[in-house]
């Protein structure tokens, strides 16, 4: 995460001035996340910090969410930290299509994702359920490439209108509910060359999968259990189980 705040920095606010902050919202790490992005450069807060009054809650979502309240951007570029095959050109390809086209509001970034298996390796959860989930229930998204890739863009006054899900679920959602709310013409999507990420282990995508079905079901009025109890099996009969959060904040802007 320091290399993407520091290379990010020198590029983008040092070399050539495009950027006006870059801000880490730490997730209530327990690890070194908060001193490695304050030494890279970085406007940091932790997540739980941010209008304490709201709660908090833990996930990708809620920490995207409460960005909301700390950054004071027109636009909004949003990159995983977890990155490790990535360049700083990843930004103004994100940033192009909404300084050049007012209608577009939301910008997805796609890329071969290399892998032990090749050049299309990534993606477990992409492949298994969010282009299944597409395919079924959200077909006008069907022509997006990486539909949950971690790197895009939105206008702020988007997605402070949107309802947002505090886990992993935040992506997909943003897109059902954009191509709802301003059409899939505000939704563009730019050829970012290569990326590869620190890869979870497969039952660990297991919540992320619930919370990604969680946030396409709860769009097409399938009411589902809450919380969800997710039982694996890591090791014979005994199954290791896990509530997996779904909850979902409400627009940033009727919250302000
Ligand atoms: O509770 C969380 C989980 C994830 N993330 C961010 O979301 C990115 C992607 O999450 P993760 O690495 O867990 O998923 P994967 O990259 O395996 O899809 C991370 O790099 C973090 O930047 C976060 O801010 N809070
Ligand atoms: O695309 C996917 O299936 C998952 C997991 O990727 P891998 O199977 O570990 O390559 O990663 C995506 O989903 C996450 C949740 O939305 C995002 O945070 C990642 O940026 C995105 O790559």
Known sequence: MGA???????????TVALLDEVVVIDSDSTDATYDVAVDAGA???????????????????EAMW?????????????????????????????????L??????LVKGYYERP???GALDGGRVTELVARPLIALLH????????PLAGEWAVRRDLFASLSVPTGYG???????????GRGTGAIAQVDLGTRSHRHQALLDLGGMAVQVL?????????????????????AGLKPVKRSVDIVERPPAREVW
């Not at 077909?139 to 990486?146: H, I, K, T, W, Y």
């Not at 935040?170 to 709802?180: F, I, K, N, R, Y």
């Open 170 to 180: 935040v992506e997909l959602a943003a897109l059902v509910d954009t191509a709802v």
């Open 214 to 234: 969680a946030a396409s079901l709860a769009r097409r009025g399938v009411n589902v259990v809450d919380p969800p109890l997710l039982e694996q099996f890591p």
């Open 43 to 61: 406007t940091v807060h932790r997540s739980c910090d941010i209008r304490p009054d709201l709660g908090s809650f833990p996930g990708k979502g």
């Open 139 to 146: 077909p006008e998204l069907a022509g997006l490439v990486q």
């Open 100 to 105: 050049s086209d007012p209608g577009v509001e």
């Open 66 to 98: 409460k960005s909301l309240f700390v950054t004071t951007g027109d636009v909004v570029v949003f990159m995983d930290a977890d990155l490790q095959d990535w360049d700083t050109h990843f930004v103004p390809g994100l940033l192009g299509p909404l």
């Open 115 to 117: 892998g032990g298996h």
């Open 4 to 14: 993407v705040v520091s290379r990010v920095r020198a590029a983008l606010m040092e």
